[in-house]
């Protein structure tokens, strides 16, 4: 099997120099990769793409998403392999989905805003999956533990098990940092403690309407944007200076870069 030429449909193409790496005399590491082996790629190379819509790069954006379509192609090939399922039937399943889940659009119950599709959207989830009964099945337990937190309290939030406002939970978090300060020497409360101040913190960003995980994420690249500035202006190494001194060069930093 050869590759498809480049005019032709693009997805085809694409299906088709997957099958040819795959295919006996393919390529030696495309050919021992399984589901298993490749599950890692597919959760960086989405993390990749979201990178690029933070840095608005619309390039790097077009060339991350080609590598998660690799991703998904690469999967459904190993599936079709074993007879599972084909590529046609992952676009095919997700059609039928979106179709299905929006009657408003594609059927005659009309609805007006984006809190009742939402609430239609659960409604026909259970439909399609009737043996989740209790409230919190279907959290992916793989999500990142900030994002799993996040979704297992909307959850539980939908059957009325949730704070009335932000304050409250603010109130919690406040709680919890006490908690967590009165058993810092006790390294293992101090852990129990320390995970249900951030399990607070998330309640607080979905109040907040607030993603956590991109929250933190934030957070971190603008320390890294900080620290590397301090680096690059220090007159002698970072290591080695005084912390007064490593605080004065920070606040330069911050004054810098915002």
């Not at 960086?44 to 979201?50: D, H, K, Q, T």
């Not at 459904?76 to 929006?102: M, P, S, Y």
């Amino acid at each position: 099997m050869t590759p498809a030429p480049a005019d032709r449909e693009p997805i085809t193409r694409l299906k088709n120099i997957i099958a040819r790496l795959r295919a006996p005399g393919g390529c030696p590491w495309d050919r021992e990769q399984t589901h298993q082996s490749i599950k890692p790629q597919i959760i960086e190379e989405c993390y990749e793409a979201v990178e690029a819509i933070d840095d608005a790069d619309d390039a790097l954006l077009k060339e991350e998403l080609g590598d998660v379509l690799l991703h998904l192609v690469f999967h459904a090939q190993l599936a079709a392999e074993r007879g599972a399922f084909t590529f046609d039937d992952v676009i095919n399943g997700i059609a039928d989905k979106l179709v299905f889940r929006h009657p408003h659009v594609f059927g005659e119950n009309k609805l007006s805003d984006s809190g009742a599709v939402l609430r239609q959207w659960d409604e026909l989830k259970k439909q399609e999956k009737p043996e989740r009964t209790g409230a919190l099945d279907g959290v992916a337990k793989s999500l990142p533990a900030l994002l799993l937190a996040a979704e297992i309290q909307k959850k539980a939030a939908k059957v009325g098990f949730d704070w009335p406002d932000a304050d409250g939970v603010l109130a919690k978090v406040r709680e919890e940092l006490g908690e967590l300060e009165r058993d810092l020497h006790d390294h293992q409360r101090a852990e129990e403690e320390l995970g249900d101040l951030f399990f607070a913190l998330v309640n607080l960003a979905r109040f907040l309407k607030i993603n956590p995980e991109l929250a933190a994420r934030a957070a971190t690249q603008k320390f890294k944007r900080r620290f590397e500035w301090m680096e690059q202006h220090a007159a002698a190494p970072l290591k080695g200076q005084s912390l007064s001194a490593l605080d004065a060069l920070w606040n330069q930093a911050k004054q810098a870069l915002g």
